[in-house]
């Protein structure tokens, strides 16, 4: 399914439905104890998005340091395999919702009920920012400690009240410090309203590394030297680009002839340096297009070259990676390797990457002009917060890591 259409069934069939569940929900209250549950099993609920996957993950940590049970997650089977990154949660402990047609996904909803039950899931925690579907997985867990976002006296945004700890979504602080907020609040043995009453210092959302093999390290080497005849480690220092954005937020696109000046300059700048123009296999068009531009010999279409998980090792023997606001940004952040993202309608105040990186952002009036309260989706068909940001602006941004290179 296409992202509007998901987000035209999240509204259309999502806010009737919570409304229905909310009734239900409060009618079975009634007949029911109201004898606390501690958390043991609980099950984190993110769908949509493969970089929110790693940003939680120091709020899962913390979760799992101070539970006596297991960790649970629910997300879309396209997105799954960003989890399998820094292997918090258990292979088997993951439920993958198929979001191929509506069909499927609502048959896969259903034995996400029944999965739920035989996992004795207790508790969950709602990650996605005011979504109709995952407040009502989150009813349907059958879990007796649900926690996530509430809109409080905030108008629209309506998708029922199953909560039974609700957390404000505070827009002013990077969206990893809201997660650890709703973990704080699943924890917390008194009520309070709304959640979370403390700060969240800095420390708190560090992210873990993953763990590099030498093994590892020389088959994606290898891989390189076959790309590029005559490739040294040690004199050609590899620089990624990631020229792609999802479907989900076209806006992010920096444009590509932008892009092909910038390593234009960059390769020759440095006579040694590799460019490969990372994406997924389905993007190899793309960044052949950009090569094309480029035209030169050490500009590599490398869409595809690696498998999904060794990109930590790419990422690991690479100087550094440009990038568009996207999942390669929140993906290298595992590793120590230097990003430069580029933003436009999301801001790094909430997004950016919690590894070593340098965002560009021009911070325009109207910028960012997606947020929460509208689910993401922008009217903007003149995206100036992107093409203002020019190809001197962004080489003069990344130069520092070029001389460091060059020592």
Request: glycine letters at 4%; aromatic letters at 10%; proline letters at 4%.
């Amino acid at each position: 399914m296409n992202v509007d259409l998901m987000r035209k069934i999240d509204y259309y069939v999502g806010v009737p439905l919570t409304f229905i569940g909310t009734i239900m929900d409060k009618t079975m209250k009634i007949f029911s104890s109201g004898k606390k549950v501690k958390p043991k099993n609980v099950l984190l609920i993110e769908l949509s998005e493969m970089g929110s996957a790693i940003i939680v993950d120091p709020a899962m940590r913390k979760l799992k340091a101070n539970i006596q049970g297991e960790l649970f997650f629910v997300i879309f089977s396209k997105n799954k395999v960003s989890l399998d990154l820094l292997k918090t949660v258990k292979n088997q402990n993951i439920y993958t919702l198929d979001e191929s047609s509506l069909i499927s996904l609502i048959v896969s909803a259903i034995k996400f009920i029944f999965w739920c039950r035989k996992n004795k899931i207790d508790s969950t925690i709602d990650l996605e920012l005011f979504s109709r579907v995952t407040a009502l997985l989150s009813f349907v867990s059958g879990a007796k400690n649900r926690v996530g976002f509430h809109s409080f006296h905030n108008e629209g945004l309506y998708r029922g009240d199953f909560l039974s700890k609700k957390v404000a979504y505070n827009p002013h602080q990077h969206i990893a410090k809201s997660f650890v907020a709703l973990v704080d609040a699943l924890l917390s043995e008194k009520d309070e309203i709304p959640f979370t009453k403390r700060v969240i210092p800095d420390e708190e959302i560090r992210i873990a590394k993953a763990v590099i093999d030498e093994t590892d390290q020389r088959e994606v080497l290898e891989i390189i030297s076959k790309m590029y005849s005559g490739f040294d480690e040690k004199t050609n220092p590899v620089i990624l680009v990631n020229s792609n954005a999802s479907d989900l937020l076209p806006q992010r696109r920096w444009d590509r002839k932008n892009y092909c000046e910038v390593i234009k300059k960059i390769l020759a700048y440095n006579d040694k340096a590799l460019i490969l123009l990372t994406g997924a296999p389905a993007e190899f068009e793309g960044a052949q297009a950009l090569a094309d531009c480029v035209n030169n010999a050490r500009c590599i279409n490398f869409a595809g070259g690696v498998k999904f998980l060794q990109l930590p090792t790419l990422y690991s023997l690479s100087a550094f990676m440009l990038t568009n606001d996207s999942g390669p940004a929140h993906f290298a952040s595992i590793t120590d390797m230097h990003t430069f993202v580029i933003f436009g309608p999301e801001t790094p105040a909430l997004y950016g990457s919690l590894g070593p990186t340098t965002p560009i952002f021009a911070g325009m009036a109207c910028s960012p002009c997606v947020s929460a309260a509208n689910h993401r989706k922008t009217p903007c068909t003149d995206n100036q917060c992107i093409q203002v940001i020019t190809p001197d602006w962004v080489f003069n941004t990344l130069k520092f890591k070029l001389d460091e290179i060059a020592k």
